[in-house]
């Protein structure tokens, strides 16, 4: 069993930015490819970034691709996403994401098995 815990989320203004968290349980948290998904009001959610379990390949939607950053730290068993120049289209819930079964970069959230509950984002005009 594995269990996610996400924090940072918050309100900022347009052009601000924000650093999420997450924190993960599990012995081989370094086996685990890594994501972060959103999702906004009314929409199905979405890709945001994805790192390999060794660090070394990582994966951007393009909306969000030079603006936000992700990282992992495997001795801490955590996964960071840093958020910059944020729009108003940021805003939505994040959730991070662990796929147990390659370790890959996926952008499909059905190759992930477990989901953290999410936190907040909101950017406003």
């Known amino acids: 069993q594995v269990q996610l815990a996400e924090s940072g989320g918050g309100w900022v203004q347009a052009g601000g930015s924000l650093r999420l968290s997450c924190a993960a349980s599990g012995r081989i948290f370094s086996a685990y490819g890594m994501g972060w998904f959103r999702q906004a009001p009314g929409k199905a959610r979405e890709f945001v970034a994805a790192i390999k379990r060794s660090g070394n390949d990582i994966d951007y939607a393009d909306s969000v691709k030079g603006r936000f950053t992700i990282s992992r730290n495997n001795a801490k068993n955590t996964v960071s996403l840093q958020m910059n120049s944020l729009k108003p289209e940021d805003t939505a819930v994040y959730y991070c994401?662990?796929?147990?079964?390659?370790?890959?970069?996926?952008?499909?959230?059905?190759?992930?098995?477990?989901w953290g509950q999410g936190t907040q984002v909101t950017v406003s005009s």
């Open positions: 994401a662990a796929d147990l079964g390659y370790g890959r970069t996926s952008r499909n959230e059905y190759d992930y098995d477990y």
